[in-house]
């Protein structure tokens, strides 16, 4: 099986593949797996760590990699489900079937919007501080609306803790109010610390800091756990940042530390006990982070202009040129690598200005062209962005229609892609050289299939729990302490094949492609 290229096209789900295997794969019964690893796990408290991998193992004939675990990525204006397990079996060669199949939009009134998920729940939003927010109703099949002032939510502990308007609330209960002067923005909790950039704009652009009075953007750490009440801002570390208006669009963590890139190119890490500033930000030149994604012990810094992934390994920062490649026919410049997810246990990048889907096998060391996420207009290196000509001449922002994969969402056998034209703009006039088909595109969702991969939220708890992952027939599951967690289909010729592997070696606990295990512990053992 190989990625089909090109445009959008309806495809078959994998779960509706035809379930007709070779002997071998039929002498298999669902009681006598071809694969079963279980893992015991202590994930500890919640403090909104990265929980990583759980395990990583190779079928015996060393075509086939089998693991799990968690990825925890920030793209652009939302964070993943952290607590969403993922189950994956990948070719060591690369290939790896892809199709991409429309969904239904969240609502037909904006060209864009960004998705994420909370326990299980599929949410799609405008923006970060609106009222605006849809739910995916799978038995209905369509979006819902739900209001609410706090647009971003993350499962905590035994609550929810929900995030917007400057305001932070766990379980309902306000935490964090908003400041008497300036604004809260970009809130991130992770580590045990409640992390956020407080930013008075004042008067004027962006510009050096020479006093509170002018304006500033700081940021800040605040120790807080469940259970601890209001947050209390005379504990908060906090740092002063070079320039007014610096913000961020991606947070992440590495090696116990929180991380931030800001708009003007500045990078943050902060230890648990004080903030330093990693790279300089700079006024008149563009370097800015969009998403910050772990593979194996490295953290992957989506940047903007050249398009490519940066390695972070703890100290220093440096491009991977090619991280992804160039769709043939685009620029190459004004690239900007927006969204990123492991899924399958590989490596899965959306790039701006053409949507385009890049796919990389750790195995294979390769990169795929998987797809792009719309069907207009044909893609040239002249102009560099879609639409730009047309832009230019109604005096409109010349890279207004852009077009962005804005968000990879897990659910269940599935990754949900979001688009988006620059921002969501509103379609209150809608540009008049564009079909109205092709303008439903920006703001849709694209349902992406690859073999071999499914995912459910976990059930959170403090101490041990026990999770199993089995190929059996023609199916993989999981399940946490004997109860069901989510199974499907798998394709024929991955089943034939793992039929015929006379079990697991290199079983490594807690290392993997998701990164190192972030939990208390865990052990695992294929069976």
């Not at 639409?387 to 229609?401: A, G, I, K, S």
């Amino acid at each position: 099986m190989v990625p089909r290229t090109g445009p959008l096209f309806t495809a078959l789900l994998v779960a509706c593949l035809p379930l007709a295997l070779t002997s071998a794969a039929q002498a298999q019964q669902p009681e006598d797996p071809i694969v079963r690893v279980t893992a015991q796990v202590e994930m500890g408290a919640d403090l909104g760590q990265s929980l990583g991998t759980l395990f990583e193992a190779r079928a015996a004939d060393g075509a086939f990699v089998v693991g799990a675990g968690f990825c925890d990525v920030y793209n652009t204006m939302c964070r993943s489900d952290r607590r969403v397990l993922q189950f994956y079996v990948r070719r060591v060669d690369g290939e790896r079937e892809v199709t991409l199949d429309r969904r239904p939009r969240p609502w037909d009134t904006h060209a864009g919007t960004y998705t994420y998920s909370v326990n299980g729940r599929v949410l799609a939003l405008r923006d970060l501080t609106g009222p605006s927010a849809a739910a995916w109703d799978e038995a209905t099949a369509s979006w819902q609306a739900c209001a609410t002032v706090a647009p971003s939510r993350m499962s905590l502990g035994e609550g929810t803790l929900a995030m917007g308007a400057g305001r932070v609330w766990y379980d309902g209960e306000l935490i964090l109010d908003a400041p008497a002067r300036g604004s809260y923005e970009r809130f991130y909790y992770a580590n045990g610390f409640l992390c956020f950039y407080h930013i008075e704009r004042g008067e004027g652009g962006y510009r050096e800091y020479t006093s509170d009075e002018d304006g500033f953007s700081r940021l800040y750490a605040c120790p807080w756990r469940p259970g601890d009440g209001p947050v209390d801002l005379a504990r908060a570390i906090a740092l002063t940042l070079p320039y007014v208006g610096e913000t961020t669009f991606a947070w992440g963590t590495l090696k116990g530390r929180v991380l931030t890139g800001s708009n003007l190119g500045g990078f943050y890490a902060f230890d648990g006990s004080a903030w330093s500033r990693l790279r300089d930000p700079a006024l008149g030149s563009s370097f800015q982070i969009y998403t910050m994604v772990p593979l194996y012990d490295r953290l992957l810094l989506g940047q903007y202009p050249s398009g490519v992934l940066w390695e972070f390994d703890g100290e220093t920062m440096s491009p991977r040129a090619s991280w992804p490649p160039v769709m043939p026919g685009a620029s190459t410049g004004a690239r900007e690598c927006q969204t990123a997810i492991i899924w399958g246990g590989e490596l899965l990048v959306g790039v701006w200005p053409w949507a385009e889907l890049w796919r990389y096998s750790p195995d294979a060391d390769a990169w795929s062209f998987a797809g792009r996420m719309f069907t207009h207009p044909e893609v040239a290196p002249e102009p560099v962005h879609p639409y730009e000509n047309e832009c230019r001449e109604r005096d409109l922002v010349l890279n207004q229609w852009g077009q962005r994969l804005t968000s990879l969402v897990p659910s269940g056998d599935t990754l949900l892609a979001s688009t988006s034209a620059k921002w969501p703009i509103p379609l209150d006039e809608p540009p008049d050289f564009m079909a109205p088909a092709a303008l439903a595109e920006y703001g849709s969702i694209v349902a992406i299939q690859t073999p071999g991969c499914v995912s459910a939220p976990v059930h959170w708890t403090d101490g041990a729990t026990s999770f199993e992952f089995t190929v059996a027939a023609d199916r993989m599951s999981i399940s946490q302490n004997g109860l069901p967690l989510a199974s499907c289909t798998l394709d024929p010729e991955t089943t034939a094949a793992l039929s015929r592997v006379d079990g697991l070696v290199d079983l490594r606990s807690g290392t993997g492609v998701y990164g190192p295990f972030g939990g208390a512990s865990v052990r695992c053992e294929a069976q």
